[in-house]
């Protein structure tokens, strides 16, 4: 279930809030049976837009990195969540190596790091981060603003099994999404890694994702006896793509000016009044690079040299060549001033809280992962919490539709690992045995 949170929105429910609020139990029984049927990432977060007629996801993060964002009074939710995500890992797991990207001086990252080894340490499992960086030669410790010491101790490996000296641990939980590749210390080893390594951006794509996902929302749109679009953006690829030498721009025009012409159809259909916009992204990576807003086809044909270079080139210097063409969806939410969007973070299939990723210089239509935003942690919703008041449980809960939608595109996640697995398993049986070599 979701628990009670407290949104930017208010006013009377909008139509999909009411349709998910009134079909709670079929949506929770139909949820049950998902997961009976296929295994949940072991964590996630998945940003949303709200534009009111539309709630749909826009990213989904196999490699959550906020969890210094949540309010403390979550943790027990997530230490709830991670007990049944650990069981499922490996019921005789003791000790855990966590290894995290290599942002050493990024102190918002760190300190999400600390969080998220606090919460599994209260699981019961001896946690340990374990660095990647090249020239880590022993332990090094890391100040963190609120005082504590973060220590990063550099992996070891002997045979296929990785350590930190005596320390030799059951499993090993990635929160580096491996854009730069895969180390080679990672390759072929005994211990079981969480998310597998094929499940970083060095494989992943997103439009991989949302075909899972398109598949979720038929399936749920049938349920609720409601168009999916709701829920759903629409998405094409391009495959062809070289910004610095502006080569695969009739590609991209083509799909923009295709998906724009399904949008406003949509919003004929609907009778929506908004102007359709696209987003345009680096189909592989995260941290908001290699985003665009478009409206139309000359957008991407008439890109200046700045706007060339900042599509060009993602995190750890990777080149773009294949890009995500996504239904642009508003957000009508706003906090302090800012355009908001949520951010629910789930761990196994629970949802355990969230935050709003605000902006004050972007506009209802731009992505605002980008730098100047900040986080505003969602709270419990006291009305739904105190027993002092009458109308306790008759008050709606309006961040359970976000829940669900968020649990659509974790759902949407684990088809698409199962897909990948099994593309690697084809690609595995096509390469045959490894030949005898005869001295």
Not at 119 to 137: H, K, Y
Not at 223 to 235: A, G, R
Not at 254 to 260: F, G, I, S, Y
């Amino acid at each position: 279930m979701v628990p009670h949170l407290t949104t930017a929105l208010t006013g009377p429910l909008l139509t999909l809030e009411k349709k998910v609020l009134g079909a709670m139990p079929e949506i929770e029984h139909w949820f049950r049976q998902k997961w009976m049927e296929h295994a949940a990432p072991f964590y996630a977060s998945v940003d949303l837009r709200n534009s009111g007629f539309k709630l749909a996801p826009v990213d989904t993060n196999l490699f959550p990195a906020g969890f210094n964002n949540l309010r403390e009074e979550f943790h027990p939710l997530a230490v709830q969540a991670l007990m049944s995500a650990v069981e499922k890992l490996c019921p005789e797991t003791e000790r855990l190596l966590l290894i995290p990207e290599n942002h050493t001086r990024n102190q918002f990252y760190l300190q999400n790091l600390a969080i998220l080894r606090s919460l599994i340490a209260r699981t019961g499992v001896q946690v340990r981060i374990g660095s990647l960086l090249p020239d880590l030669e022993g332990p090094m410790p890391v100040s963190l603003p609120n005082g504590d010491t973060l220590i990063l101790e550099p992996v070891q490996r002997t045979g296929n099994r990785l350590h930190l000296g005596d320390f030799d641990p059951c499993a090993i939980l990635l929160n580096n999404d491996l854009s730069g590749g895969v180390p080679p210390i990672l390759e072929g080893l005994q211990q079981r890694l969480i998310p597998p390594t094929w499940a970083g951006w060095n494989r992943r794509r997103k439009s991989r994702h949302f075909a899972a996902y398109d598949r979720v929302a038929q399936d749920f749109g049938r349920l609720l006896d409601m168009d999916p679009w709701f829920f759903n953006p629409l998405f094409s690829s391009c495959g062809r793509v070289d910004f610095a030498s502006r080569t695969g721009e009739d590609c991209l025009a083509t799909n923009v000016e295709e998906m724009l012409a399904q949008i406003r159809e949509k919003y004929r259909e609907h009778g929506i009044s908004q102007e359709p916009f696209l987003i345009v992204k680096a189909d592989a990576g995260t941290y908001g690079m290699g985003i665009m807003t478009v409206k139309s086809p000359d957008d991407v044909r008439n890109l200046n040299r700045k706007q060339r270079n900042k599509m060009a080139v993602v995190k750890e210097g990777l080149e773009v060549h294949e890009v995500l063409i996504q239904e642009g969806v508003y957000t009508f939410e706003q906090i302090d001033d800012g355009v908001a969007e949520p951010v629910v973070y789930m761990v196994d299939h629970f949802v355990i809280g969230g935050f709003y990723r605000v902006h004050t210089g972007r506009g209802q239509d731009e992505n605002l992962n980008a730098p100047g935003m900040h986080f505003v942690p969602l709270a419990f919703d006291e009305t739904c919490q105190a027993p002092d008041h009458a109308h306790t449980l008759s008050e709606p809960n309006r961040f359970y539709t976000y829940g669900v939608v968020a649990r659509l595109a974790l759902l949407a996640a684990a088809l698409e690992l199962e897909d990948m697995e099994a593309e690697i398993e084809r690609e595995l049986d096509a390469s045959g045995p490894a030949p005898l070599l005869i001295s």
